[in-house]
Nanobody
Framework: VQLQASGGGLVQSGGSLRLSCATSDITLEHYAVGWFRQAPGKKREGVSCFSSRFGDPYYDDSVKGRFTISRDNAKNAVYLQMTMLRPEDTAVYYC??????????????????WGKGTQVTVPA
């Protein structure tokens, strides 16, 4: 399964970017989907995810109020709208899909399909 992430780039602090993730290999609506990121020298961390096609998404505390995840089932795509970007948001962002967890609290657990990542750079 290939998940294709795009939309990364270089943006000044306070700016915005919109990441997109699409695939033709699976129907994303049937999966938990989301975004992780990995900064240099740090572990990969969950940024925002839908545990299923129902319910509210999960957001890491560091991005709450600034990032918004959405999905377009008709386009088989997932998006991450990032606003008020900070230097600490600099990382490679990965699109991911995985196990649907109905009834569970929103989280980024259970992901097993990964895209190649797109670089987001916010200079200090």
């Amino acid at each position: 399964v290939q998940l294709q992430a795009s939309g990364g780039g270089l943006v000044q602090s306070g700016g915005s970017l919109r990441l997109s993730c699409a695939t033709s290999d699976i129907t994303l609506e049937h999966y938990a989907v989301g975004w992780f990121r990995q900064a240099p020298g740090k572990k990969r961390e969950g940024v925002s995810c839908f545990s299923s096609r129902f319910g509210d998404p999960y957001y890491d505390d560091s991005v709450k109020g600034r990032f918004t995840i959405s999905r377009d089932n008709a386009k088989n795509a997932v998006y991450l709208q990032m606003t008020m970007l900070r230097p600490e948001d600099t990382a490679v962002y990965y699109c991911t899909a995985g196990l649907v967890r109905l009834g569970a609290s929103p989280s980024c657990d259970g992901m097993y399909y990964w895209g190649k990542g797109t670089q987001v750079t916010v200079p200090a």
